[in-house]
């Protein structure tokens, strides 16, 4: 694998390795000096046309953390406002010497385009790329999931026998489909809960609820994936009012108490807190929101490492 462009690139045999280097470099965000040489000497571009902060913020971590040379670029106060089009962005990224690029970007298939249009000839990582794909936020989940679930044993495991809820505006999150893709693969049950006016998948194989309450007793989820209503990618109007997506589709202490006793709750964020999710749910026990935000360190450090060591290195580990 060259590039990271998509959670549907990453097949069972290369979901565990990544999950597995995770895992390692886990352990090495636990100790006493966060810092392995593996990149020294490797020059990593974030490419960010979005606001971020989990996501660029973990990356610069996990790059830092690798020894790697870091460059950080925000399209606001670069040529990028004066019109200089992504590929001239990338080449002049390219000519300068970067050996990998890390790439957020409003329009979906940005990431593709770079990756495919022969304008740059290094690694491109996906950052999340419109409404298309969120890989590493997919690779970060089912990193959770799967600690969460084996703790220390966790190593070569998979998914398989998992229900996980996924709940929200499906229609714009990038996540909903990262994770759709990934955790099908390494053997979870995905299933959605929306209103109909923000689901997209018509003809999707997974289960889809139009009312969470039946969902989350038809379904019985072991994980509940909470999203985030994306006001700004709406045109127009998907449901009567904030007030009334709360009463139908918010995960507030009530309907949490539905779940089952050993059941999770997860959410990418950033959270509308009294939209999506209540605080007394996002801060509670069953939470893993912020695990979720430290194992993103861990996945983007296993990430960088697969794509930017060497062959000899990966087949020693």
């Known amino acids: 694998m060259k590039h990271l462009l998509s959670a549907k690139e990453i097949d069972h045999k290369l979901g565990i390795q990544l999950l597995d280097i995770a895992a390692g470099m886990a352990g090495v965000n636990s100790s006493d000096i966060k810092k392995i040489p593996t990149l020294r000497g ?98 970060l989940d089912a990193f959770t999931l799967r600690r969460h679930l084996f703790g220390s044993s966790e190593i070569g495991k998979d998914l398989k026998g998992i229900n996980v809820l996924i709940v929200g505006d499906i229609a714009h999150s990038r996540v909903a489909r990262s994770n759709r893709d990934l955790l099908r693969t390494l053997g979870a049950t995905v299933a959605f809960a929306a209103p109909v006016t923000l689901y997209p998948f018509n003809e999707d194989s997974n289960p889809f609820y139009s009312n969470l309450d039946e969902a989350i007793s038809d379904f019985q989820p072991d994980a509940v994936m909470m999203l985030r209503v994306q006001t700004e ?66 996945v983007r450090m296993a990430v960088l490492y697969h794509l930017l060591s060497s062959s000899e290195e990966l087949a020693n580990d």
């Open 42 to 139: 490797k020059s990593i571009v974030n490419l960010f046309y979005e606001d971020s902060t989990r996501t660029r913020i973990s990356f610069e971590l996990a790059e830092k953390r690798l020894s790697a040379d870091v460059i950080n670029f925000a399209a606001k106060g670069s040529s990028v406002s004066k019109g200089e089009s992504l590929k001239d962005t990338a080449q002049t990224l390219s000519a300068m010497g970067a050996d990998a690029i890390v790439v957020r970007h409003f329009a979906s298939g940005a990431a593709e385009a770079l990756a495919h249009f022969g304008w740059i000839d290094v690694p491109i990582i996906n950052a999340g790329d419109g409404t298309h794909q969120h890989p590493t936020q997919a690779l």
């Open 233 to 298: 990618r709406m045109a127009g109007s998907y449901f009567p009012s904030e007030r009334e997506y709360a009463r139908m589709f918010g995960l507030n202490s009530e309907r949490a108490a539905q779940l089952s006793k050993n059941a999770v709750v997860l959410h990418p964020g950033p959270m509308n807190r009294g939209l999506e999710i209540t605080s007394e749910v996002a801060d509670g026990e069953r939470s893993l929101v912020l695990n979720q935000v430290s194992n993103g360190v861990s």
